[in-house]
Nanobody, 121 residues
Framework: QLVESGGGLVQTGDSLRLSCVAS????????MGWLRQAPGKEREAVAT????????YYADSVKGRFTISRDNAKNMVYLQMNNLKPEDTGVYSC????????????????WGRGTQVTASV
């Protein structure tokens, strides 16, 4: 089970930190990611992180502004979002996939219900 928190309504240029807590299978077995579902668009992976935090992927649209991290001891994954833009608006879901690194939203097999992020002009 994956449960997200930390979303909200912010102004352009503001920051938010999303958190996700995992329960069930050993967390350290899972590649973790943050997926975004924007209005009228397909769900995309904005950031993914491997088991040991050595390999990290960012979508081009968030590079330099978002940072993904994980704490395997706490079963937590985070997404620090800085300099938010209106185009970052969407539902952000934490997602997991066993062992194999991926940059594709469709490869994840577990995800939470999501948290809404809205960046207003």
């Amino acid at each position: 089970q994956l449960v997200e928190s930390g979303g909200g309504l912010v102004q352009t240029g503001d920051s938010l930190r999303l958190s996700c807590v995992a329960s069930g299978d050993p967390f350290s077995m899972y590649i973790m990611g943050w997926l975004r579902q924007a209005p009228g668009k397909e769900r995309e992976a904005v950031a993914t992180i491997d088991l040991t935090s050595e390999r990290i992927y960012y979508a081009d649209s968030v590079k330099g502004r978002f940072t993904i991290s994980r704490d395997n001891a706490k079963n937590m994954v985070y997404l620090q979002m800085n300099n938010l833009k209106p185009e970052d608006t969407g539902v952000y879901s934490c997602a997991g996939r066993k062992f194999m690194f991926t940059t594709k939203a469709e490869d994840f097999t577990y995800w939470g219900r999501g948290t809404q992020v809205t960046a207003s002009v």
